[in-house]
């Protein structure tokens, strides 16, 4: 069945840093991969996106290209703000059996 | 801005009670997800529902668990009666989910949870 395996938390890094959370999954087909964001107390949000093979996702300096011949998304952001500290979730669909598979969640944490 | 909406915030309940939580899904959305989130397991999906239908619920405990679309603009899943292990935040989201033979699976859109304390 589809899944998907991203690295376990917390990661801490300083204000400036690099960042990179690894995600790679299991699916049949070609499923739609996104990277979610749920800061303290709320729900998650749509970080980023991709939809096919070799696409690169991008919004508020993260990143994150679909590689099908690895079968990784992983997120990247070349220097990291506290503001963005909160849990980062790797999701899967495809569009056939209208189910989203999460990740487990890598939570981050930017010291200033 | 339109959002997804879920009633209650927190609930605390005794064991044994029934606990009722509400969502109101995206108008025009046709698929609502309910999910469970804990330290222990993360995100676990619960039951989905598109066009109103369940889709699936085989990560439900069914003896206690129910979820239904009782119209196009309220979800609701139910627990009875509630266990202290069913102490979790449940998510509610929705989503214009393509046909089958689309290749692009729209995004969900997420409620802001409802926190459940079971003494």
């Known amino acids: 069945g589809n899944s998907v395996t991203q690295m376990e938390g917390p990661v801490t890094l300083s204000e400036e840093a690099f960042l990179t959370i690894n995600c790679t999954y299991t699916?049949?087909?070609?499923?739609?991969l996104f990277w979610y964001v749920q800061y303290p107390g709320e729900g998650l949000q749509l970080l980023l996106k991709?939809?096919?093979?070799?696409d690169k996702g991008s919004n508020k300096g993260f990143e994150a290209t679909y590689r099908k011949e690895t079968t990784s998304f992983h997120l990247e952001k070349g220097s990291v703000q506290v503001s963005d500290s909160a849990v980062y979730f790797c999701?899967?669909?495809?569009?056939?059996?209208?189910?989203?598979?999460f990740g487990t969640g890598t939570r981050l944490k930017v010291l200033a | 801005d339109a959002r997804v909406t879920q009633t209650p915030r927190h609930k605390v309940t005794e064991m044994g009670q029934e606990v009722t939580m509400r969502c109101q899904p995206i108008?025009?959305?046709?698929?609502v997800f309910w999910y469970r989130q804990t330290m222990m397991q993360g995100l676990e999906l619960l039951a989905y529902?598109?066009?109103?239908?369940?889709?699936?619920d085989s990560g439900m405990p069914k003896d206690r668990f129910s979820a239904e679309m009782p119209d196009a603009t309220l979800a609701t899943l139910k627990i009875q009666p509630s266990e202290p292990r069913d102490s979790a935040v449940y998510f509610c989201?929705?989503?214009?989910?393509?046909?089958?033979?689309?290749?692009?699976?729209?995004?969900?859109?997420f409620g802001e949870g409802s926190r459940l304390t079971v003494l």
């Open positions: 989201a929705s989503g214009l989910v393509p046909p089958a033979t689309s290749s692009y699976a729209g995004e969900l859109f």
């Open positions: 699916a049949t087909g070609y499923p739609s």
């Open positions: 991709a939809t096919k093979a070799d």
């Open positions: 999701a899967l669909s495809n569009s056939g059996t209208y189910k989203y598979i």
């Open positions: 108008l025009g959305h046709n698929t």
């Open positions: 529902f598109r066009n109103r239908a369940p889709l699936d």
